[in-house]
């Protein structure tokens, strides 16, 4: 009998589930793949609205390009999936959401990597990402390769 997991995608592997057009499509689905029945598969309103920002670019779709209407579709066919659900921000994130942007230098990447990191730390999730940075920003994560 296996235990039941609750995982947190970031952006670039919803974004790899979603559309073959992402380089590591076969990864992401490999990993979603293994998944076990009572595993649980997380966004956020940061996760939902990046993929959704993602699917109507151009310049990140080419010529598969979405509407707003069918990327909500995507969505939707996404979220109706039995072990995938939303969860709101945790209480408590700030504090540890400043603490691990709270550095020296200047780097727009560090806001979301940071931010999802505090996310998956205060709700108790494990971040699933291709990032190795951003995996060692918390405690518990998964690193597909």
């Not at 039941?4 to 380089?23: G, K, Q, R």
């Not at 649980?40 to 509407?67: E, I, K, W």
């Not at 995938?84 to 921000?89: A, G, H, L, Q, T």
Request: net charge neutral; with cysteine.
């Amino acid at each position: 009998m296996s235990t039941s997991s609750f995982l947190f995608p970031d952006l670039n592997v919803w974004f790899a589930l979603t559309h073959t057009i992402h380089p590591q499509h076969s990864a992401a689905k490999m990993w979603a793949a293994g998944l076990d029945q009572g595993d649980v598969v997380y966004f956020c309103r940061f996760t939902q609205l990046g993929l959704l920002r993602l699917l109507t670019n151009h310049s990140a779709m080419g010529p598969d390009l979405l509407t707003h209407s069918q990327a909500w579709r995507v969505f939707d066919q996404i979220i109706a999936h039995p072990g995938n659900r939303m969860i709101e921000e945790p209480k408590g994130i700030e504090p540890l959401f400043r603490q691990v942007t709270d550095r020296k230098e200047s780097s727009t990447k560090q806001w979301p990597d940071g931010y999802l990191a505090a996310f998956a730390q205060s709700a108790g999730l494990i971040l699933v990402t291709f990032d190795k940075a951003l995996a060692a920003k918390t405690k518990c994560a998964i690193l597909l390769q």
